[in-house]
């Protein structure tokens, strides 16, 4: 079944160090987003691609990096300039029509300690 | 620019009871809507949406949304909840011309026995 994989479900990192989560489809879509999601705020937009080999920032890419070199993948770095990284990460996918809507996957937890 | 407000962050109804969540959104142009249920530490699933055939719509789990037009609302209702409909609840839009969803910050339902 076509999906989107994100892994590990749950990460425990110590501060100062980067951290990279996976986010992988197999739904052949053209674009990816990932989000940050915190209690009681919704979902934060961090960053997104439309296209391989590129990609934009969203409301929050500060202390986070990314890239897009296969169009069935798209990693997010959490380096150590992210003053509080410890959140909940959805990565999602889209055929990029507008009535489609969002293929999410089930998460990354990330705990700094 | 478009934009979606939930109305109250927390609702909590009685198990058999009548569910409604509201959204309301702000487009410029005619929008498709869309709800996604979350379940805890589960990414989002798409439970509905409105792309201007039918404006009642009907999704999974006996949930449907209505599309009213003239209050620029799209309110999710169940008729009976059930102790397993207890979630988070986010309603979403996007304009014809751009396929990027604009979320809102999500209600939190809880079903008490």
């Known amino acids: 079944d076509g999906g989107i994989t994100q892994s590990p479900k749950y990460l425990f990192r110590k501060e100062g160090q980067n951290v990279t989560l996976s986010c992988e489809q197999n739904?052949?879509?053209?674009?990816m987003y990932w989000y940050r999601q915190d209690p009681g705020q919704g979902l934060r937009l961090i960053y997104y691609?439309?296209?391989?080999?590129?990609?934009q920032k969203g409301d929050i890419a500060e202390g986070y990096s990314v890239s897009r070199e296969k169009k069935e993948s798209f990693p997010l770095t959490v380096t150590s300039a992210q003053k509080n990284p410890t959140a909940f990460y959805l990565c999602a996918s889209s055929t990029g029509l507008a009535d489609y809507g969002y293929t999410f996957g089930s998460g990354t937890r990330l705990t700094v300690v | 620019a478009q934009s979606v407000t939930q109305l109250g962050s927390h609702v909590s109804v009685s198990e058999g009871a009548l569910v409604l969540l509201r959204c309301n959104y702000s487009s410029s142009v005619p929008p498709y809507l869309f709800w996604y249920v979350q379940y805890p530490n589960q990414g989002l699933q798409l439970l509905l949406k409105?792309?201007?055939?039918?404006?009642l719509v009907k999704g999974i789990n006996g949930f449907e949304a209505e599309f009213k037009k003239s209050e620029t609302s799209f309110h999710l209702t169940k008729p009976s909840a059930h102790m397993s409909d207890a979630a988070e609840y986010f309603c979403a839009v996007s304009d014809r011309s751009n396929y990027k969803l604009t979320f809102g910050k999500g209600t939190l339902l809880t079903v008490n026995p």
């Open positions: 691609s439309q296209i391989v080999n590129d990609f």
């Open positions: 409105y792309t201007s055939a039918a404006t």
């Open positions: 739904l052949n879509h053209d674009a």
